[in-house]
């Protein structure tokens, strides 16, 4: 789907090299349908569109916003989805729904989306951790990913998403994946006590962050190791954006303390 957004402008421009997608914002896209084929992203209601950028060594957005003329949501295409892929997804789209509660940029309304979001999401945790998905959780799967991609589409994503896109180009650790790996650790950087993770962790039925994690190791089955050296490289890297640092509310957040998200994550 993110794919299909970036043709869209590029075929809308054809005298443009692909350098237009970084460079002019207010570049013209052809319409796009969209159908999602995981529940995941929420791709199909964000204006988003994230592509792997191989000079940069990561991941990262193109400026035009596009969003899909028409969506269709169907839960019948992620019927045969593995158990892998369907929790790895199903982890991206809870990722976004606890991002965009806890972001600087959160309001109201959005919060209210997340709120309903999780709704959903907490259903399928049964679900998630037997590997056992009846059409039922597959549909609240879909609506919760769907629901993370308005709440997102309005906040953006933060912390988690930032550092997760160096798993996932460095390492091949799929998306919702590395978002899950450094949950906890992310929430755990709003310190003790913090009304809003609380309201988070209460939309899901946890109470700690540490059930946060727990939950974390049985969805995704966590067993990727990785050294000193690529952590401190991820932290490093992760200060280049300093748009997505931004997101988080509480006071500027430095290497030291992305590192140690990622050391508490991954070592
Ligand atoms: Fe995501």
Redesign the pocket.
């Known amino acids: 789907m993110d794919a299909s957004k970036a043709i869209a402008v590029l075929t809308a421009n054809p005298e443009a090299d692909a350098e237009i997608l970084f460079t002019d914002p207010s570049a013209k896209a052809l319409p796009v349908v969209e159908i999602p084929t995981t529940a995941?992203?929420g791709s199909e209601v964000t204006q988003y569109a994230i592509l792997t950028l191989h000079e940069k060594r990561t991941k990262s957005g193109i400026m035009q916003p596009v969003f899909a003329a028409v969506s269709f949501l169907d839960p019948k295409y992620m019927d045969t989805l593995s158990a892998k892929v369907t929790n790895n997804t199903a982890v991206?789209a809870m990722?976004?729904l606890v991002e965009s509660y806890l972001s600087a940029n959160a309001n109201t309304v959005s919060e209210k989306i997340v709120a309903m979001g999780l709704s959903y999401w907490k259903e399928c945790i049964p679900a998630l951790k037997a590997r056992e998905y009846t059409p039922e959780v597959r549909e609240k799967l879909m609506l919760a990913s769907t629901i993370g991609g308005v709440a997102i589409a309005q906040t953006s994503?933060s912390i988690p998403?930032a550092l997760g896109y160096f798993l996932t180009y460095e390492k091949q650790i799929p998306?919702?994946r590395a978002?899950g790996m450094v949950m906890q650790a992310y929430m755990e950087l709003f310190g003790k006590d913090n009304q809003k993770v609380k309201e988070v962790l209460g939309y899901l039925g946890l109470e700690t962050t540490e059930d946060m994690g727990q939950l974390m190791k049985d969805v995704l089955d966590i067993s990727e190791t990785f050294t000193a050296e690529d952590i401190a490289y991820y932290a490093k890297r992760s200060m280049e954006n300093p748009k997505k640092l931004a997101t988080f509310p509480e006071y500027g957040l430095e290497e030291k303390d992305i590192l140690e998200v990622y050391r508490k994550s991954l070592l």
């Open positions: 995941g992203t991206d990722s976004h994503t998403h998306h919702g978002n």
